[in-house]
Protein backbone atom coordinates (compact mmCIF):
# COMPACT_ATOMS: atom_id res chain seq x y z
CA UNK A 1 0.00 0.00 0.00
CA UNK A 2 1.32 3.31 -0.85
CA UNK A 3 1.93 5.80 2.29
CA UNK A 4 3.08 9.36 2.25
CA UNK A 5 4.85 10.30 5.48
CA UNK A 6 5.13 14.24 7.05
CA UNK A 7 8.13 13.59 9.77
CA UNK A 8 7.60 17.60 10.77
CA UNK A 9 4.25 18.25 12.82
CA UNK A 10 5.15 22.10 13.03
CA UNK A 11 7.56 24.67 12.08
CA UNK A 12 8.02 28.20 12.45
CA UNK A 13 10.39 30.72 11.01
CA UNK A 14 11.16 34.45 10.86
CA UNK A 15 9.70 36.36 7.42
CA UNK A 16 11.72 36.42 4.68
CA UNK A 17 13.65 33.15 5.31
CA UNK A 18 13.93 30.46 3.49
CA UNK A 19 12.07 26.73 5.07
CA UNK A 20 11.89 23.16 3.86
CA UNK A 21 9.41 20.95 4.45
CA UNK A 22 9.93 17.09 4.08
CA UNK A 23 7.76 14.86 2.42
CA UNK A 24 8.57 11.26 2.08
CA UNK A 25 6.44 8.56 0.28
CA UNK A 26 6.43 4.56 -0.07
CA UNK A 27 5.42 3.06 -3.20
CA UNK A 28 6.22 0.39 -6.03
CA UNK A 29 4.54 2.23 -8.97
CA UNK A 30 7.01 4.00 -11.35
CA UNK A 31 4.49 6.48 -13.02
CA UNK A 32 2.78 8.83 -10.57
CA UNK A 33 2.37 12.43 -9.25
CA UNK A 34 3.28 14.32 -6.29
CA UNK A 35 1.37 17.48 -5.23
CA UNK A 36 1.91 19.78 -2.14
CA UNK A 37 -1.70 21.45 -0.88
CA UNK A 38 -1.81 24.65 1.17
CA UNK A 39 -3.98 25.15 3.99
CA UNK A 40 -4.49 28.47 4.94
CA UNK A 41 -6.68 29.21 8.19
CA UNK A 42 -9.63 30.38 6.13
CA UNK A 43 -9.71 26.11 5.36
CA UNK A 44 -9.59 26.70 1.48
CA UNK A 45 -7.44 23.65 0.77
CA UNK A 46 -5.23 25.32 -2.12
CA UNK A 47 -2.82 23.66 -4.93
CA UNK A 48 0.81 24.87 -4.72
CA UNK A 49 3.00 22.35 -6.75
CA UNK A 50 2.80 19.54 -8.46
CA UNK A 51 5.35 16.89 -9.50
CA UNK A 52 5.40 14.10 -12.20
CA UNK A 53 7.08 11.32 -11.77
CA UNK A 54 8.73 11.01 -14.71
CA UNK A 55 10.11 14.29 -14.93
CA UNK A 56 13.86 14.76 -13.54
CA UNK A 57 13.37 18.18 -13.34
CA UNK A 58 12.16 19.69 -10.22
CA UNK A 59 8.97 21.87 -10.48
CA UNK A 60 9.48 25.86 -9.57
CA UNK A 61 6.15 27.74 -8.74
CA UNK A 62 7.32 31.46 -8.05
CA UNK A 63 8.71 31.20 -4.91
CA UNK A 64 7.70 27.65 -4.18
CA UNK A 65 9.82 24.94 -5.45
CA UNK A 66 10.57 20.91 -4.51
CA UNK A 67 13.35 18.94 -4.58
CA UNK A 68 12.46 15.55 -6.00
CA UNK A 69 14.80 12.61 -5.01
CA UNK A 70 12.58 9.18 -6.95
CA UNK A 71 14.95 7.02 -5.79
CA UNK A 72 15.05 8.02 -2.13
CA UNK A 73 11.22 8.69 -2.43
CA UNK A 74 11.64 12.09 -1.27
CA UNK A 75 9.84 14.97 -2.29
CA UNK A 76 10.35 17.87 -0.14
CA UNK A 77 9.18 21.66 -0.79
CA UNK A 78 11.02 24.47 -0.62
CA UNK A 79 9.25 27.79 0.22
CA UNK A 80 11.66 31.33 -0.25
CA UNK A 81 11.46 34.68 0.44
CA UNK A 82 8.96 33.67 2.93
CA UNK A 83 5.49 35.76 3.96
CA UNK A 84 3.16 36.13 6.48
CA UNK A 85 0.57 34.57 3.78
CA UNK A 86 2.80 31.82 3.56
CA UNK A 87 1.07 30.58 7.05
CA UNK A 88 -0.83 27.43 6.85
CA UNK A 89 -0.81 23.80 7.20
CA UNK A 90 0.88 22.35 4.40
CA UNK A 91 -0.21 18.29 3.42
CA UNK A 92 1.96 16.76 0.80
CA UNK A 93 -0.13 13.95 -1.62
CA UNK A 94 0.52 11.06 -4.03
CA UNK A 95 -1.42 10.04 -6.71
CA UNK A 96 -1.50 7.53 -9.68
CA UNK A 97 -3.34 6.47 -12.40
CA UNK A 98 -4.13 2.74 -11.46
CA UNK A 99 -5.91 3.86 -8.40
CA UNK A 100 -8.13 5.95 -10.62
CA UNK A 101 -5.88 9.31 -9.27
CA UNK A 102 -7.12 8.54 -5.57
CA UNK A 103 -4.83 11.22 -3.35
CA UNK A 104 -3.01 9.66 -0.70
CA UNK A 105 -2.42 12.47 2.12
CA UNK A 106 0.38 12.71 4.35
CA UNK A 107 -0.31 13.76 8.35
CA UNK A 108 0.46 17.82 7.74
CA UNK A 109 3.14 20.05 8.54
CA UNK A 110 1.75 23.38 10.54
CA UNK A 111 4.01 26.06 9.08
CA UNK A 112 3.91 29.79 11.06
CA UNK A 113 5.78 32.35 9.68
CA UNK A 114 6.76 35.02 11.91
CA UNK A 115 6.89 38.55 11.72
CA UNK B 1 -11.03 30.35 -6.72
CA UNK B 2 -10.24 26.86 -7.95
CA UNK B 3 -13.95 27.26 -9.99
CA UNK B 4 -15.43 24.36 -7.91
CA UNK B 5 -18.41 25.20 -6.01
CA UNK B 6 -19.79 23.30 -2.64
CA UNK B 7 -23.02 24.39 -0.89
CA UNK B 8 -23.79 25.08 1.73
CA UNK B 9 -20.49 26.37 3.73
CA UNK B 10 -22.11 25.84 6.99
CA UNK B 11 -24.75 23.13 7.78
CA UNK B 12 -25.51 22.79 11.87
CA UNK B 13 -27.79 20.13 13.27
CA UNK B 14 -28.94 17.59 15.31
CA UNK B 15 -27.55 13.40 16.04
CA UNK B 16 -29.80 11.13 13.69
CA UNK B 17 -30.69 13.66 10.75
CA UNK B 18 -30.15 13.56 7.28
CA UNK B 19 -28.12 16.47 5.34
CA UNK B 20 -27.94 16.78 1.64
CA UNK B 21 -23.87 18.80 0.40
CA UNK B 22 -23.63 19.60 -3.03
CA UNK B 23 -20.55 19.81 -5.46
CA UNK B 24 -20.56 21.91 -8.61
CA UNK B 25 -17.29 20.73 -10.43
CA UNK B 26 -14.93 23.07 -12.66
CA UNK B 27 -16.48 23.03 -16.04
CA UNK B 28 -14.92 20.32 -18.26
CA UNK B 29 -14.30 18.33 -15.19
CA UNK B 30 -15.67 14.83 -15.43
CA UNK B 31 -14.82 13.67 -11.83
CA UNK B 32 -15.86 14.39 -8.73
CA UNK B 33 -14.19 13.42 -5.23
CA UNK B 34 -15.49 13.61 -1.81
CA UNK B 35 -13.19 13.68 1.31
CA UNK B 36 -14.10 14.17 4.97
CA UNK B 37 -11.88 15.86 6.96
CA UNK B 38 -12.12 16.24 10.55
CA UNK B 39 -10.52 18.78 13.40
CA UNK B 40 -6.38 18.75 12.99
CA UNK B 41 -6.61 15.92 10.75
CA UNK B 42 -5.89 14.96 7.55
CA UNK B 43 -7.96 14.16 5.05
CA UNK B 44 -9.82 10.93 4.28
CA UNK B 45 -10.86 9.73 0.91
CA UNK B 46 -14.62 9.08 0.71
CA UNK B 47 -15.87 8.37 -2.52
CA UNK B 48 -15.10 9.28 -6.28
CA UNK B 49 -17.64 9.22 -9.25
CA UNK B 50 -16.69 9.81 -12.75
CA UNK B 51 -18.96 11.29 -15.35
CA UNK B 52 -21.82 10.11 -13.37
CA UNK B 53 -20.56 6.49 -12.01
CA UNK B 54 -19.07 5.30 -9.09
CA UNK B 55 -15.27 4.86 -10.01
CA UNK B 56 -13.79 4.15 -6.47
CA UNK B 57 -14.50 3.93 -3.38
CA UNK B 58 -12.55 4.38 0.22
CA UNK B 59 -13.67 5.24 3.83
CA UNK B 60 -17.61 5.81 3.41
CA UNK B 61 -19.45 4.69 5.90
CA UNK B 62 -22.84 2.93 4.87
CA UNK B 63 -24.59 5.83 6.29
CA UNK B 64 -23.39 7.75 3.78
CA UNK B 65 -23.70 7.60 0.10
CA UNK B 66 -23.15 9.99 -2.81
CA UNK B 67 -24.13 10.42 -6.45
CA UNK B 68 -23.21 12.37 -9.50
CA UNK B 69 -25.84 13.80 -11.62
CA UNK B 70 -26.35 13.99 -15.83
CA UNK B 71 -24.36 17.83 -15.46
CA UNK B 72 -21.92 16.68 -13.62
CA UNK B 73 -22.63 18.13 -10.04
CA UNK B 74 -22.69 15.75 -6.89
CA UNK B 75 -24.24 15.21 -4.14
CA UNK B 76 -23.06 13.69 -0.64
CA UNK B 77 -25.94 12.53 1.22
CA UNK B 78 -25.52 11.81 4.88
CA UNK B 79 -28.02 10.13 7.40
CA UNK B 80 -28.41 8.65 10.83
CA UNK B 81 -25.95 11.41 11.71
CA UNK B 82 -23.74 11.39 15.16
CA UNK B 83 -21.30 13.67 16.90
CA UNK B 84 -18.85 12.39 15.30
CA UNK B 85 -19.85 13.29 11.58
CA UNK B 86 -18.72 16.69 12.99
CA UNK B 87 -16.17 17.34 9.83
CA UNK B 88 -15.53 19.66 6.91
CA UNK B 89 -16.51 17.92 4.32
CA UNK B 90 -14.73 18.88 0.13
CA UNK B 91 -15.28 18.21 -2.70
CA UNK B 92 -12.29 17.88 -5.80
CA UNK B 93 -13.09 17.89 -9.30
CA UNK B 94 -10.42 16.84 -12.16
CA UNK B 95 -10.49 15.88 -15.66
CA UNK B 96 -9.22 12.12 -14.65
CA UNK B 97 -8.36 11.75 -18.59
CA UNK B 98 -6.94 8.02 -18.92
CA UNK B 99 -3.11 8.43 -19.06
CA UNK B 100 -3.17 11.91 -18.64
CA UNK B 101 -1.67 14.36 -15.39
CA UNK B 102 -4.45 14.64 -13.10
CA UNK B 103 -5.02 17.94 -10.51
CA UNK B 104 -7.66 17.62 -8.08
CA UNK B 105 -8.58 21.39 -7.37
CA UNK B 106 -10.95 21.31 -4.15
CA UNK B 107 -14.09 23.58 -3.47
CA UNK B 108 -14.15 25.85 -0.33
CA UNK B 109 -15.77 22.78 2.23
CA UNK B 110 -18.43 22.39 4.12
CA UNK B 111 -18.33 22.50 7.54
CA UNK B 112 -20.98 20.06 9.69
CA UNK B 113 -21.37 20.17 12.98
CA UNK B 114 -23.66 17.84 14.51
CA UNK B 115 -25.40 18.70 18.18
Known amino acids: AQTVTQSQPEMSVQEAETVTLSCTYD???????LFWYKQPPSRQMILVIR????KQQNATENRFSVNFQKAAKSFSLKISDSQLGDTAMYFC????????????WGAGTKLIIKP | DSGVTQTPKHLITATGQRVTLRCSPR?????VYWYQQSLDQGLQFLIQ???????AKGNILERFSAQQFPDLHSELNLSSLELGDSALYFCASSVALAGGTDTQYFGPGTRLTVL
Open chain 1, 51 to 54: QEAY
Open chain 2, 27 to 31: SGDLS
Open chain 1, 27 to 33: TSESNYY
Open chain 1, 93 to 104: AFTHMDSNYQLI
Open chain 2, 49 to 55: YYNGEER
